[in-house]
């Protein structure tokens, strides 16, 4: 991807283990959000609000992704909203949306969110073209909540449940319901049991359960181990819920002369393990190893250890 004198709007692909390569759209200032969440591999939220804006023009985000696809027509398997912050607190939402599935019909466009929004109407509104909304609910009692998500203080977990409830019956696209469990926080029996009432009520399309697989906000947050995460899924609608699976990765590899461009770009939103970055990216994993090591002698990533696995981070002024 070519270098822009403005901060680019989109980056990867992005290694999803729901996904495949998933072509970010990111149009939140970093790190702008509703949550500042103990689990988030963005790092800690730096500028928590409920007041949405338009952060950058949509037809930015329009040329930056005409741009991509010009140089790479074969570049992502999906388009997703996903940020290092919360894609709901974008004012043009729904303008933008309409645009991209006006231009990119071919690509499915999936919206993650935290949900915490949904309360507002226009909200609602704005996600109606989207071809899939994720929206989160990792937990229901408000104790667990603030500890958790560690809400923007206006934020009750009422209100986010009766949001999910309103977008539900508005939405005709597929609604997946998405919860992350944090060891210590949400795994007790009772809040999994509040969580999966709601859920029932709700009746999503699919229940994805995920955990923490890369470096958190918090230090000394973690995730859960395989046994447990299948035992929590006994406890979910057996039909319709799945723990997400690791990303299987793509074999199109092809050169790219912009790499380091695009390391930079996606290690500022998802910290990410070498192997799943050269699938993600299509790049062989010798070239990337190449581009890695320059970007480590100038300073500008790191290498972290999690959960013992090693994941490439951004560092200094790219952090």
């Known amino acids: 991807m070519k270098s822009n004198s403005h901060k680019c709007s989109i980056f990867g692909p992005v290694p999803s283990r729901r996904l495949g390569r998933s072509l970010g759209i990111d149009v939140i200032a970093p790190k702008t959000c509703s949550y500042d969440c103990v689990y988030c591999e963005s790092g800690p939220t730096t500028h928590l609000t409920l007041k949405r804006r338009a952060f950058v023009p949509p037809e930015q985000v329009m040329r930056d992704l005409t741009a991509y696809f010009d140089e790479h027509p074969a ?21 933008l949306i309409r645009e991209i599935k006006r231009h990119f019909r071919a690509l499915p466009l999936v919206v993650l969110t935290n949900g915490s929004l949904l309360w507002d109407a226009a909200v609602r509104q704005a996600l109606v073209p989207a071809d899939r909304v994720v929206p989160s609910l990792d937990a229901v009692t408000e104790a667990v909540f603030r500890d958790l ?61 995920n955990t923490v697989v890369r470096p958190p906000a918090a230090p ?65 994993l010798d070239a990337l190893q190449h581009i890695l090591q320059g970007l480590m002698a100038t300073d500008r990533i790191t290498r972290q250890v999690f959960d013992g696995l090693e994941y490439i981070c951004p560092k200094g002024k790219d952090s």
């Open 75 to 95: 570049g992502a398997d999906v388009l997703t909203f996903s940020s290092a912050g919360e894609p709901t607190l974008y004012e043009p939402l729904r303008e």
């Open 149 to 209: 998500n560690r809400p923007h203080p206006a934020l009750e977990p009422s209100q986010i449940i009766e949001g999910l409830k309103a977008f539900r019956r508005d939405y005709r696209g597929q609604f997946h319901l998405e919860v992350m469990l944090v060891a210590g926080f949400n795994d007790a029996p009772h809040e999994l049991a509040a969580v999966r009432g709601v859920i029932e009520f709700l009746h999503p399309d699919r229940v994805e359960l």
């Open 220 to 284: 000394g947050c973690r995730g859960l181990s395989s046994r447990e995460m299948e035992a929590v899924r006994e406890l979910f609608p057996p039909d319709t819920t799945e723990i997400i699976g690791h990303f299987k990765g793509y074999h199109g590899l092809q050169s790219d002369p912009h790499l380091a461009e695009r390391v930079l770009h996606l290690v500022r939103r998802r910290p990410c393990a070498v192997d799943e970055m050269a699938a993600a990216l299509g790049v062989p």
